[in-house]
Every structure is written in structure tokens, then in C-alpha cells.
């Protein structure tokens, strides 16, 4: 494989800093894994000897993390980082009551934190990043498949109760500082959604989505 990219030709000379004979990993986001040797580096060009190439099926489920908007940037390119090393499938901006940002200002970066996370924990398929989404269509269309929030005053039950089979798809709600209103609640109610609790704790956002997921994942 020749590399001739200006941005991956940087990633490579001076992130990761491969020289020749390096042994290094390739993904191509969509199922596709092989080995490869350099056999040269410079700031131009890059050579790459591939070997043990191997295409993986996708997930046979979707794991959605529907994310509030944060009004702190920070925050929101953290929760998709760890999103993606966890392995959610699919990864959707919604705005509730109490987002005081309403727009992806940056969706270029934000599709570059989710390829260098992928590319950190070797995921061979991408999370899709979809358009922004408002609370009520969400709502209005449920997706198939559990739908899981949660608020440390008003739920159900705790998280690792809840019964979850492998090939079920499901779609996790994160709110936004403040967490949901309490008619936000009652309408994911209303579409059959559970309220879970983590812990005695309020948490932040970012610790909720990540605490969420590694149960759910990882579980």
C-alpha cells in the first residue's frame, strides 16, 4: 500500500513516529484488518507491505448512544471518544429541554476523534455519526429495540438488573447538564423506555455515559 495523504503521512512520521521495518495495524472502517511492515517512511510517502488481511462481519446488533448536546465542547468530543472505544454502533445528537446548545458546531473534528478512537482500540467498523435530532421526533419515531435513560430521582431500576439479550438492539438517552426534564421522563415512558439508576451518585454527563456503556458493553 502506498501512502501519499498529507494528514495520515504526519499521524504516521510524527505521532506515532514508525520508522522502516516497523510492524503497525491498518483499518478500514468497514470490516477490513491487515498486518503490514514499512518498508519506507519519509514526509512524502509511505510504503506499507500487507499481510494477513482479514474482513469481519458487522455487529448483529446497534448499540445507539443518543447524546445531549453539552454547552461545554470538551465534554461532548470526550463522551464520542469513549463511546467509540466502548463500541456503540451508531452515535446521534439530541437536543432536550435543557440544551443550551442546539447545533454540531465542528463536525469535521468530531469525525476525527471518532476515526483516532477507532483506530486506538482497532475497531474494524466506524460508529456512524448522525444528524442532529430533536427530543419529540425521537419521540414521535422510536428506534426498535430497548430504550434506557437515566435520573437518580425518578427511576425504575438500577442499570445492571435490566435483562439484555446478545442480539438485541439498544439505544441509550444521555441528557445534558441538568439531566431531563421530568416530562421528558414521562414521555420516554410513554414509549415503553426504562429510567435506570447507576448508583447513590448524581453524576456528570460525561461519567454517565461512560458508566452507562461499560454495562451494557462490557456487562
Known sequence: MVVTDGELLHQLVHVLRFKKNDECVLLDGNGGKA???????????????L????????????????????????????????????????????????????EI????RLLTIIKEAAEQCERVFLPKLHPVLKFMNFIENPPDG???????????????????????NVNLIIGPEGGLTEKELLEIHKIDG????????????????????SVILCG
Not at 458546531?105 to 469535521?108: A, G, H, Q, Y
Not at 430504550?147 to 438488573?161: F, P, Q, S, W, Y
Not at 426504562?194 to 456503556?213: C, K, P, S, W, Y
Open 194 to 213: 426504562q429510567i435506570f439508576i447507576l448508583g447513590d451518585n448524581i453524576l456528570r454527563m460525561e461519567t454517565a455515559a461512560v458508566a452507562a456503556l
Open 35 to 49: 498486518n503490514g511492515i514499512i518498508e519506507t517512511i519519509d514526509k512524502k510517502v509511505a510504503i506499507i507491505k
Open 105 to 108: 458546531r465542528n463536525e469535521k
Open 51 to 102: 499481510s494477513d488481511y482479514k474482513t469481519f462481519e458487522k455487529p448483529k446488533r446497534n448499540i445507539a448512544l443518543y447524546i445531549a448536546i453539552s454547552k461545554k465542547p470538551f465534554t461532548f468530543e470526550f463522551i464520542i471518544q469513549k463511546a467509540t472505544e466502548l463500541g456503540v454502533t451508531d452515535i446521534i445528537p439530541i437536543i432536550t429541554e435543557h440544551c443550551q446548545v442546539r
Open 146 to 168: 430497548k430504550i434506557l435513560t437515566g435520573d437518580a430521582r425518578m427511576h425504575d431500576v438500577k442499570l445492571g438488573e435490566i435483562k439484555i439479550s446478545a442480539n438485541e
